[in-house]
């Protein structure tokens, strides 16, 4: 199984990413799939989910409004739209496979290696 996510890098404040992570090795429309994020010197935390058939999807209360997580199942990929980012997002955000689109990182069996996002001003 490989989870390969990509579309990290640099931003400004207020500006907008979309994060890609593509799957391979498991029956993806199968997998619910979650976003963590860890910040230097923070624990990992949840910051959304979405159900294998993309019709429920979870968000962490940082985000307030501003991430929406999405699928392609023919494409076996899920992405992580982010808005209006500021320093406090800067952090390596890891995608993850699980059976329920749980907010705790132990209902997830498989993990990507991460793709660092930076904020600046």
């Known amino acids: 199984v490989q989870l390969q996510a990509s579309g990290g890098g640099s931003v400004q404040t207020g500006g907008s990413l979309r994060l890609s992570c593509a799957v391979s090795?498991?029956?993806?429309?199968?997998?619910?799939m979650g976003w963590f994020r860890q910040a230097p010197g923070k624990e990992r935390e949840f910051a959304g989910a979405i159900s294998a058939s993309g019709m429920t999807t979870t968000y962490g209360n940082f985000v307030q409004g501003r991430f929406t997580v999405s699928r392609n199942n023919a494409k076996n990929t899920v992405y992580l739209s982010m808005n209006s980012l500021n320093a406090e997002d800067t952090a390596v955000y890891y995608c993850?496979?699980?059976?329920?689109?749980?907010?705790?990182?132990?209902?997830?069996?498989?993990w990507g290696q991460g793709t660092l996002v930076t904020v600046s001003s």
């Open positions: 090795g498991l029956t993806f429309s199968s997998y619910a």
């Open positions: 993850a496979a699980g059976r329920y689109h749980g907010v705790s990182q132990e209902e997830y069996d498989y």
